[in-house]
């Protein structure tokens, strides 16, 4: 498939876990991929930022223009997670959480939104199960995702009549390298791999492929009369209602 062919795209946080596979799914297709982080890529061409900084998510636009001359797709997925209960997080740190969550897709779809208007282009957020409810401790994560949703239909609503779409998609447990790390550091890892399984009706975690398999749908021509909505994948985890077994 081509469906990406003369199509330039930027991939925030993508060098790792969803951000990797949505970036490699895309270039499949045909795509001028480009990912924006802290450090290097070695598999696409990169981008410097530091989400954190307001200034950098329109200097990260300027020199994707610089470089390829124009933009078709924006995909806003890189992100923070703290776990802290809400009594001991410091202001500093929510604000940080805000910034790279919330901020910075803003700024980035700000800087982005005159190139878009010309391609008339896509959008697609990466936001979080958890911006619809909330696993412990997790209060700034859920916030900044419940808000990146909100975000999506805004853009969608103000927008749309330029011909740029915007939609989120919200993953679930998905198995990527942080998540194995998570599970590696659990008391007894095989018991919680085994009860992770369990709270899904699909029987298992997803793939990172699986989120970018949506992503790549959302963000070409054939999803046209498709903005304004956040698609849940999540094995059907957040549709099963818990029983006291």
């Given at each position: 498939m081509t469906r990406f062919e003369g199509k330039v795209v930027l991939v925030t946080g993508g060098r790792s876990g969803i951000g990797r596979a949505i970036a490699r799914r895309l270039?499949?297709?045909?795509?001028?991929?480009?990912?924006?982080q802290r450090g290097s890529d070695e598999n696409?061409?990169?981008?410097?930022?530091?989400?954190?900084?307001?200034?950098?998510?329109a200097r990260?636009?300027?020199?994707?223009?610089?470089r390829a001359g124009q933009l078709d797709v924006l995909v806003n997925n890189a992100g923070m997670m703290q776990e802290a209960?809400?009594?001991?997080?410091?202001?500093?740190?929510?604000?940080?959480?805000?910034?790279?969550?919330?901020?910075?897709?803003?700024?980035?779809?700000?800087a982005a939104l005159?190139?878009?208007?010309?391609?008339?282009?896509?959008?697609?957020?990466i936001?979080?199960?958890?911006?619809?409810?909330s696993n412990p401790h997790h209060a700034a994560y859920c916030a900044t995702k419940a808000g990146l949703h909100g975000l999506t239909r805004a853009?969608?609503?103000?927008?749309?009549?330029?011909?740029?779409?915007?939609?989120?998609?919200?993953?679930?447990?998905?198995?990527?390298?942080?998540?194995?790390?998570?599970?590696?550091?659990?008391?007894?890892?095989?018991?919680?791999?085994?009860?992770?399984?369990?709270?899904?009706?699909?029987?298992?975690?997803?793939?990172?492929?699986e989120v970018a398999a949506l992503v790549a749908f959302l963000a070409a021509e054939e999803s046209g009369f498709v903005t304004g909505q956040t698609y849940v994948v999540d094995g059907g985890r957040t549709a099963k209602l818990s029983l006291p077994l």
């Open positions: 270039e499949s297709e045909g795509a001028r991929l480009f990912t924006a696409h061409e990169a981008i410097r930022v530091d989400f954190a900084d307001p200034d950098a998510p990260m636009i300027e020199e994707l223009i610089s209960p809400i009594e001991t997080m410091s202001v500093d740190d929510w604000q940080r959480n805000l910034a790279v969550n919330l901020t910075a897709p803003f700024l980035a779809i700000r005159p190139h878009l208007r010309r391609t008339r282009g896509s959008i697609v957020n936001g979080s199960i958890e911006g619809l409810a853009i969608a609503v103000d927008h749309g009549h330029e011909g740029i779409r915007c939609n989120a998609v919200a993953p679930g447990w998905i198995d990527t390298e942080l998540n194995r790390d998570f599970i590696a550091g659990m008391p007894d890892p095989a018991s919680f791999e085994r009860d992770i399984g369990r709270i899904h009706p699909i029987g298992r975690k997803g793939t990172p492929e």
